[in-house]
Nanobody, 111 residues
Framework: QVQLVESGGGLVQPGGSLRLSCAAS????????MGWYRQAPGNQREWVAT???????YYAESVKGRFTISRDNANNAMYLQMNSLKPEDAGVYYC?????WGRGIQVTVSS
């Protein structure tokens, strides 16, 4: 079973940036599409972005133009660059390479 380690979360002021990383223990993840999801308190988990195995990227309307998803197959990793963060971007972010889920990492956007 693949192990996933997420990093890069934390507290940032509105307008700030964070870069989330998700490192996988197996290269098999590189065969899959990869996605990021998030869940705010009291809300359902929602899709944020996807990067296909082909490299094509897709974003939720709420983050389009501010977030960038990427992958590094050589290092079995995926990333989410988050710019111009808003308070409504806060929540627990989960990486999802293929069928696996990360454990989640907290992002707090507050002044």
């Amino acid at each position: 079973q693949v192990q996933l380690v997420e990093s890069g979360g934390g507290l940032v002021q509105p307008g700030g940036s964070l870069r989330l990383s998700c490192a996988a223990s197996r290269s098999s993840v590189n065969l899959y599409d990869m996605g990021w999801y998030r869940q705010a308190p009291g809300n359902q988990r929602e899709w944020v972005a996807t990067i296909k195995s082909s490299g094509s990227t897709y974003y939720a309307e709420s983050v389009k133009g501010r977030f960038t998803i990427s992958r590094d197959n050589a290092n079995n990793a995926m990333y989410l660059q988050m710019n111009s963060l808003k308070p409504e971007d806060a929540g627990v972010y989960y990486c999802k390479p293929g069928p696996a889920w990360g454990r989640g990492i907290q992002v707090t956007v507050s002044s």
